[in-house]
């Protein structure tokens, strides 16, 4: 099974930027989508994902602000934060889906916006 290593995370005030990365350990089958996710006060909130056929999808509170981008030949998956807001804050986490369903998740990554 596939390891997701998270980095990139941490402390930056409103209106900066931050960019996440994520790095696949392991050969990957049957890849669906990657994305990243934020804790939620009950779940996992989605922020964006990146499908394999290039499509991306965005939580409506990132879009236009945030942009996932993918590097196959480095199997990782990059999120660029822009214009970063308080409630941005929380812990990030990287999902790697598969084709029927089996999901790793990486081990989160703190990101932190002061006002």
């Known amino acids: 099974q596939e390891q997701l290593v998270e980095s990139g995370g941490g402390l930056v005030q409103a209106g900066g930027s931050l960019r996440l990365s994520c790095a696949v350990n392991g050969i990957i089958f049957s890849f669906n989508h990657m994305g990243w996710y934020r804790q939620g006060k009950i779940q996992r909130e989605l922020v964006a994902v990146v499908t394999a056929a290039g499509s991306t999808v965005y939580g409506d509170s990132v879009l236009g602000r945030f942009t996932i981008s993918r590097d196959n030949a480095k199997k990782a998956v990059y999120l660029q934060m822009s214009s970063l807001r308080p409630e941005d804050t929380g812990v990030y986490y990287c999902?790697?889906?598969?084709?029927?369903?089996?999901?790793?998740w990486g081990q989160g990554t703190q990101v932190t916006v002061s006002s």
């Open positions: 999902k790697l889906a598969h084709v029927g369903g089996l999901e790793v």
